[in-house]
């Protein structure tokens, strides 16, 4: 569509208040920043091989071959984000969620979330990468926090377009329930809202699915050496004994992962300690944390796999410490830390003399 046609825009927004008058409570916008093209038609560059790594797409796949900087993030796009932003004001207690992909996606999540006249939130594919390394994600969200002074973040680790974070960020491609529980607090304890993908709060990993059965044009495309995404696009695993994991009364577009079925929703509600069940009472949990909610966050210098940072809202300070690694892992706390502190209930951590010992996974949650 040509959104340098007034027309077009005006259909867009009839469009979004035809939802908003049947009471949406708003919208998560797909490649926001897509809307505009470049006015004069101009070719995007080549990208040389040895650059093609972006945010939530591999090497191999053929958007990484070029520098995407004319068929997005144009300078128009702002004063339609500002439109759309008018139009929700008008329905008081709607949201816009901007999914953001651009050659710096951090920057653009803070203009199009600047001033409070654009998007309520916007989040990016810089989590939804390979890099998985406490510096990784302490730089990533840093450095959003030094650019996006007014605006809200949203973070994700998984979506419809990347391979599952449960098989991704685990070393051995394999899945591991202490990885996801702690990915699931960690994801949960970082400033912003977050987005969780159907399926991680099962502890889903990358399904394998047969050329012969990919819907997914760029993995028809491009198979073998782009896969394309419907491996984590398979159907949910509702119930364990019903013919398509319970999730249709037929085959669906995609086959049901034969792993996932044993992680189905039913199963794992029986389960105390199952992922879902962990993941329940820390959402629940969560909840209870004003700090976690809404406080600042401040990161800590901890050396490889150990991620540490405060959160901070009015009296409530809550210290988070994450073992991103199979291993276990002993950190020397300091003083300031080691005195007038309360372990919180969501931990599986031990401290002793200063000590913090913390299993393969483990992750300690303290009050200050």
Not at 188 to 212: D, H, K, P
Request: hydrophobic share 35%.
């Amino acid at each position: 569509m040509n959104f340098h046609n007034p027309d077009v825009r005006k259909a867009v927004l009839d469009n979004v208040e035809f939802w908003l008058k049947k009471g949406v409570d708003g919208f998560r916008l797909d490649a926001i920043n897509f809307c505009y093209h470049d006015a004069q038609l101009r070719d995007n560059p080549a990208k040389p091989k040895e650059l093609r790594q972006g945010r939530g797409f591999s090497e191999d796949n053929p958007y990484a071959f070029q520098y995407h900087y004319y068929n997005n993030t144009q300078p128009e796009n702002l004063s339609f984000m500002q439109e759309i932003r008018s139009l929700l004001d008008r329905y008081p207690g709607t949201v816009s969620l901007g999914e953001i992909s651009s050659e710096d996606s951090l920057q653009t999540m803070a203009e199009y979330t600047a001033d409070g006249d654009k998007l309520h939130m916007g989040y990016s594919f810089e989590l939804l990468t390979k890099d998985y390394s406490a510096q990784y994600i302490r730089e990533t969200v840093s450095t959003l926090e030094s650019v996006m002074t007014q605006g809200w973040p949203c973070w994700a680790f998984s979506n419809h377009d990347v391979e599952r974070v449960a098989s991704r960020w685990n070393p051995t491609g394999n899945t591991d329930p202490k990885q996801v529980s702690m990915l699931t607090a960690l994801l949960g304890s970082l400033r912003g809202s977050v987005c969780m993908y159907q399926g991680e709060e099962l502890g889903l990993g990358e399904a394998q699915v047969a050329f012969e059965d990919l819907q997914d044009p760029y993995g028809i495309t491009f198979w073998p050496n782009f896969k394309g995404r419907d491996g984590c696009r398979t159907p949910m695993p509702w119930q364990l004994e019903q013919p398509y994991a319970g999730f249709s009364t037929q085959a669906a577009w995609l086959p049901v992962e034969q792993q996932h079925q044993a992680l189905a929703v039913d199963v794992q509600l029986q389960a105390e300690d199952s992922v879902l069940k962990r993941f329940q009472h820390f959402m629940a949990w969560r909840k209870t944390m004003p700090a976690l909610q809404y406080g600042d966050i401040e990161f800590i210098d901890t050396p490889e796999p150990i991620l540490a940072f405060y959160r901070h809202y009015e009296q409530q300070r809550i210290l988070c410490i994450f073992n991103l690694s199979g291993e276990p892992q002993t950190l020397k706390l300091g003083d300031e830390i080691r005195s007038e502190h309360t372990e919180l209930q969501h931990h599986n951590c031990t401290l002793d003399a200063g000590t913090l010992t913390m299993p393969s996974y483990g992750c300690y949650f303290a009050a200050l």
